[in-house]
Each structure stands twice: as structure tokens, then as C-alpha cells.
């Protein structure tokens, strides 16, 4: 993958509409009004509009056109070619009447050219041809009126017909911009060295599906919208504009660029940002609408499959953490980006992480969930219980069930552990920020992260809960989690996915 800088010169050779070209469209169709159309057969004759051509190219020469487009059928293009090639030929009424079902003589498509400059005859559709004739054939002014009504509804279904040609083009439109733009994204593409690390080894296609998931916009409206979580990173960069004052600072995993145009109003010198999903291309939209495509470059690519326009970053930012801190193993970009690009005294944000373990003592949502399968409208299905507890569930957690702190237990039974993360900002910085994902504190996207037991634990007051968790990415899917918890002796392996 390469990089491109965003720049609004991507735009200087697009020209745009403007109210003078609406004015020349206007007076075009004005124009219009007032036509010249030359005979299709005499090179003498001259008319004011295509239907009295057409009337007396049937009157005078016995050249019907409508009753030719009826005839073989033609569309459009057929259309233009007998136009031309009548105009070139100056065939006989006879011989275009004698022309057979089968190949026909204008069928070659050396009579798309024109054999007439701005020929009015051209420049109509052939539906309204044919309607117009049929207007024109009517003696009476009675028949006309049914015959009106039906081009009322045939206009009325041409428009619809145009509205959806329209809206399919629009929306080719928009896939000709994102492949424009991946075109300029990815041109002069090369490969970064040898990687390491399950998340590195994935191949493009394995990891589509997680990269595909961040090209949802309601991903980031949540993300975005997560007060906590925005609000301390950006607090953490303003409070500290010193430590970003013309540094070069690397966004890993940008999104929607917001963290790099945090960096940039915080005095970085030059902010390289870093996705591989297709929200990049609305993040150039936005760096642009917000004029600091000087400073920010966007790049799409996996950060361990692309080279940066620099040999080495002062600060690294990521917003890397998923659901019980590790989930997602983005964590192991972060460090690969740290371990290729930082400079040698430089720095890592967020610098500090902690995951946090209590016990939950919730009885009403053990019983919901666990103690639920032991009676099933008078079934008994407890071995569904072997495939839901090793489920790990994320949801926001009533603090008052939360039954314990480091070393102090409630006297309650143990249904749960809930896991949790705190986040620092610390290294460096006069006003250091932090924010936590406890039970109590105020709600993240990242809720917290519970265990089930399959029966409660009986606790007392002071007692002391021995444990022991060890958690390693899944073999089958490098970004998922499994997590083992020996808690008093039992011992469960969940799945986070």
C-alpha cells in the first residue's frame, strides 16, 4: 500500500457547475425552440421541427420513418444509423421499404458518425417519435384525447425509467470516486519487511471481514459519541500541547481521522494516519473539510504492510483497546508500529493499562441465564448450560452487584467475575488523564466483560478469593479471545468473539 497526502489540488481538475453553465443550459433549451432541420432525401427542403420533417418525408418521398423504427424494432442506436446512413446513401423510399427483418444495410457502425452536424433529427427520442406520429396520424380531435392520455403515461413512465437511469449513475458515480481515490491511495505500492505476529501472518482475505466491520459508519457514531472515551483523548492532547508541539505523530487505526485532528490542533508538526478499512476515504473528506490537509496524511493499508513517508515517528496515538482491553489483538499493530517507526525517545499513547477483576454477586441474572436450563417449560436442558456459560457476555453491570474489591468480600454468593480496564495517559505529561470502564463508572461502548459461573461461590466477609487467569488469542481467529479462569479451584474457559 502507498500513502497519499490529502490535499484539495485532487480537486482542481474536476471542474464543477456552476450558475453561468445553468444560465447556457437555459438558454440552450431556449434555443432549441427555434430549429433548422434539413430533408432526410431532398438537400433543398428545410423545416422548423422534426415532426413536420417527418410528415413530409412520408407525404413527399414515401419514407415513413416512425413505420420504420416499428418495423425493425429499433433502438436508439438502430435509429441513428438508418438516419445517417438515409442521409449518406440518398437511398429510395422502395429499397429502405424492401429492407428485410435480417441484417440491415445501416447495421454497421460506420453510420454512428454523423452524416449531418447537429442533425435536430438525432437529437430526438425515439419513443417520442413514434408517439408524436401517432398524435399526428389522428383525424379526429375525439381519438386524440385517449391518445394523449396514453403519452401522458407513457412521459409519466419515461421520467420514472430516467429517475432510476439517474440514480444508478449516481451511484456509479460514487463507486468511480472510491476507486479513484483507491487508485491514488495505492499507487507506487510496496511491502514493508518481514513481519511477525499472528495478526501480521493474516492474509488480506482472512482479515477482510474485521477491517469491513469499521467501514460501518454506526461503528464510529458509537465510538465518536462515546464521551469518555473521545473527550480524554482529546483532553489529553490539548492539556498537553507541549509534548505534541512540532512532533510527528503516527494514528494508528485513524478511523474517522478524529485523534489525528486532535494531534494536529495540539501543535504537531505532521500527523501520519494509518486505517486499512474504507471509512479512510470518508476520514479524507473530513480532513479536508476541516483544512488541515497540510499537516494530516492519510495512508490505507495494514500498518505491517506499508512504508511511511518517514523513517521514524515522535509519538504514536491509537485508540487500540476492544472489549476486555485485548479483544480485537489490535495491540499487537500498536506494537509493531512501535517497534518499526518510533524514534528512540519517542512515546506511546495511551502509555498505561490495568484489567481489573471483581466478583458479582447477582442471583436474579445467574438464574436468568444459568439456572434457566434446568427447567424449560418442564424440560429439562441443562447440558445447554456447557455451551452458554463459556460464552463471555459484554454489558453494563449494576455497580451493587459488583461484591468485592482487591482483598474485601461481601458476605454473598459469587455468580460472576467481571472484567474491566482503566487507560493512563501519564508519560510526560504536566496534566495527566485517565479514564476507567468499571462497573459505576460512566457508561463506555466497551461496557465490561463478564464470566459466568456455572453455580454460585459461597463468600464471607474478609475472605480471601484465590485465582488465576491466562488469556491467549484463538488459534482459529488470531482477533478473538479465549480466557481461563481457575477461581477457588473451578476452572472455565471462556470465548470472546
Same mark, same amino acid.
Given at each position: ?64 420513418? *416512425? ?46 458518425? *454523423? ?42 413512465? $419515461? ?8 440514480? $444508478? ?27 511477525? #505476529? ?54 494508528? #487505526? ?5 485523534? %489525528? ?99 458479582? #454477586? ?41 461484591? %468485592? ?30 479514564? %476507567? ?17 456455572? %453455580? *454460585? ?9 484465590? #485465582? ?21 479451584? $473451578? ?7
Amino acid at each position: 500500500m502507498a500513502y497519499a497526502t490529502v490535499s484539495c489540488d485532487a480537486d482542481d481538475d474536476v471542474p464543477e457547475l456552476s450558475d453561468s453553465d445553468e444560465e447556457q443550459w437555459q438558454s440552450m433549451e431556449e434555443g432549441s425552440e427555434c430549429i433548422t432541420v434539413l430533408c432526410l432525401l431532398c438537400d433543398s427542403r428545410t423545416f422548423t421541427s422534426v415532426s413536420e420533417t417527418v410528415q413530409h418525408c412520408k407525404k413527399d418521398h414515401g419514407v415513413d420513418i *416512425p413505420g420504420l423504427v416499428q418495423k425493425h424494432r429499433l433502438d436508439d442506436y438502430g435509429y441513428i444509423k438508418m438516419i445517417n446512413y438515409i442521409r449518406t446513401t440518398k437511398c429510395s423510399a422502395e429499397s429502405l421499404e424492401l429492407a428485410s427483418n435480417g441484417p440491415l444495410p445501416w447495421d454497421s457502425d460506420q453510420y454512428m458518425k *454523423p452524416a449531418l452536424p447537429d442533425d435536430p433529427l438525432l437529437q430526438i427520442d425515439v419513443e417520442e417519435l413514434i408517439e408524436d406520429a401517432d398524435v399526428t396520424m389522428s383525424p379526429a380531435a375525439g381519438d386524440q384525447v385517449p391518445l394523449l392520455l396514453q403519452r401522458a403515461r407513457q412521459a409519466e413512465d $419515461r421520467a420514472q425509467r430516467a429517475e432510476e437511469a439517474l440514480a $444508478r449513475a449516481m451511484d456509479d458515480l460514487h463507486k468511480l470516486k472510491l476507486l479513484a481515490q483507491g487508485l491514488v491511495l495505492n499507487a507506487d505500492t510496496s511491502r514493508g519487511p518481514s513481519r511477525s #505476529g499472528a495478526i501480521a501472518e493474516l492474509r488480506e482475505e482472512e482479515d477482510e471481514a474485521y477491517f469491513s466491520s469499521y467501514g460501518h459508519y454506526s461503528i464510529h457514531e458509537e465510538m465518536l459519541k462515546d464521551k469518555v472515551r473521545t473527550e480524554s483523548y482529546r483532553d489529553f492532547m490539548y492539556h498537553n500541547m507541549d509534548v505534541f508541539k512540532d512532533k510527528v505523530v503516527l494514528d494508528v #487505526g485513524c478511523g474517522t481521522g478524529i485523534l %489525528s485532528m486532535f494531534a494536529a490542533k495540539a501543535g504537531a508538526r505532521k500527523v501520519i494516519a494509518v486505517d486499512q478499512s474504507e471509512i479512510i476515504y470518508q476520514a479524507m473528506d473530513i480532513v479536508r473539510s476541516n483544512k488541515l490537509e497540510e499537516t494530516i496524511t492519510l495512508i490505507k493499508g495494514r500498518i505491517e504492510e506499508i512504508d511511511l513517508p518517514v523513517e521514524k515517528v515522535d509519538i504514536i496515538i491509537s485508540e487500540w483497546m476492544g472489549y476486555f482491553l485485548l479483544f480485537e489483538s489490535m495491540l499487537d499493530s500498536v506494537l509493531y508500529a512501535r517497534d518499526r517507526y518510533l524514534a528512540d525517545d519517542g512515546l506511546v499513547y495511551p502509555d498505561r493499562c490495568n484489567i481489573s477483576l471483581a466478583a458479582v #454477586g447477582d442471583t436474579q441474572k445467574h438464574s436468568d441465564r444459568i439456572a434457566f436450563w434446568d427447567d424449560v417449560y418442564g424440560f429439562e436442558m441443562r447440558c445447554m448450560k456447557k455451551a452458554v456459560i463459556p460464552e463471555a457476555v459484554v454489558e453494563v453491570l449494576k455497580p451493587e452487584t459488583v461484591i %468485592s474489591e482487591p482483598a474485601v468480600i461481601k458476605v454473598r454468593g459469587e455468580t460472576a467475575i467481571v472484567g474491566y480496564f482503566d487507560i493512563f495517559f501519564d508519560k510526560n505529561c504536566g496534566n495527566k488523564v485517565m479514564f %476507567s470502564t468499571a462497573p459505576g463508572c460512566t457508561k463506555t461502548h466497551w461496557k465490561q466483560t463478564v464470566f459466568l459461573l456455572e %453455580s *454460585p461461590i459461597p463468600v464471607k466477609t474478609g475472605e480471601e478469593l484465590p #485465582g488465576q487467569i491466562t488469556v491467549h488469542k484463538n488459534r482459529k481467529d488470531p482477533r478473538a479471545l479465549l480466557i481461563t479462569l481457575d477461581v477457588a479451584g $473451578r476452572k472455565q474457559t471462556y470465548s470472546l468473539q
